[in-house]
């Protein structure tokens, strides 16, 4: 077995476990603490009243971003050896996606910003505020719901199915993912058409299973990491190659 090539599987797997964590709990702990103001119908002027709590639920949107984009990269050497066209598109896919995250949060201080303006003017009954304000927050729950939730699914449904055909993970681990993966893109379809309300209980529902799991993928790779065999196996091959 090549140290070194195992060693650098063990860092991966370690760095891509905590970019797991640190690109899930940290936002929805945030959503659960200073959300309201934004899900509230009345979040043109409440957002100006929690200002503070709205710019840290902005930052910690770009934090997601940042840490999902380099979930992509950390992977890149461990699927580079089984294919090295999927691991770029694995890299392209979640960059994409923190790209799109990070301008998700940016929208939301915008909205802020305009809340702002909204209460300095007195709150009028009918002026352009409402209008301004219901279209971004129209495009930024588009954006939740689709501009950087489907780069998400391509890229995660690129590694789940490399690590079930390469058995890098356990097969139920992969497999766990791929079913998360199909439920999340349900739930966020039946919202962006009116279906559902947009991160209503029904579509939370839907989204538990891919967040239940990965964080016991996040676990997995920070204990165990990757098959330790397959690791050895491949590298091998390039060895020999």
């Not at 789940?160 to 379809?189: D, E, H, K, N």
């Not at 039946?190 to 964080?215: H, R, V």
């Not at 330790?228 to 091959?237: C, G």
Request: a neutral charge; charged letters at 10%; aromatic letters at 12%.
């Amino acid at each position: 077995m090549n140290a070194y090539s195992m060693s650098n599987s063990r860092k991966s797997a370690r760095i891509t476990g905590i970019l797991f964590i640190l690109g899930t709990v940290p936002v929805m702990v945030a959503m659960s603490l200073w959300g309201q103001s934004v899900s509230s119908p009345d979040y043109l002027s409440l957002m100006a009243a929690y200002s503070n709590e709205v710019l840290l639920l902005a930052l910690s949107g770009m934090f997601m971003g940042l840490a999902c984009a380099g979930i992509g990269i950390s992977m890149y050497s461990v699927l580079k050896p089984h294919d090295e066209t999927l691991a770029l598109g694995v890299v392209g896919f979640r960059v994409m996606e923190g790209t799109l995250q990070v301008a998700s949060a940016v929208s939301l201080a915008v909205l802020l910003a305009l809340s702002q303006e909204f209460v300095k003017a007195g709150s009028p009954a009918d002026s352009f505020f409402q209008p301004a304000a219901a279209a971004i927050k129209s495009v930024r729950e588009w954006m939740s719901n689709g501009f950087y939730l489907f780069p998400w699914c391509m890229g995660a449904a690129i590694y789940y199915t490399v690590f079930y055909r390469t058995r890098l993970l356990p097969r139920w681990l992969s497999a766990w993912g791929l079913l998360g993966l199909l439920l999340m893109l349900i739930g966020a379809f039946t919202a962006m058409f009116g279906l559902i309300e947009a991160f209503s209980p029904p579509q939370m529902l839907l989204m538990l299973p891919i967040m239940l799991q990965e964080m016991v993928l996040a676990v997995w790779l920070i204990v165990k990491g990757f098959n330790p065999s397959v690791i050895a196996s491949q590298s091998a091959k390039t060895e020999t190659n």
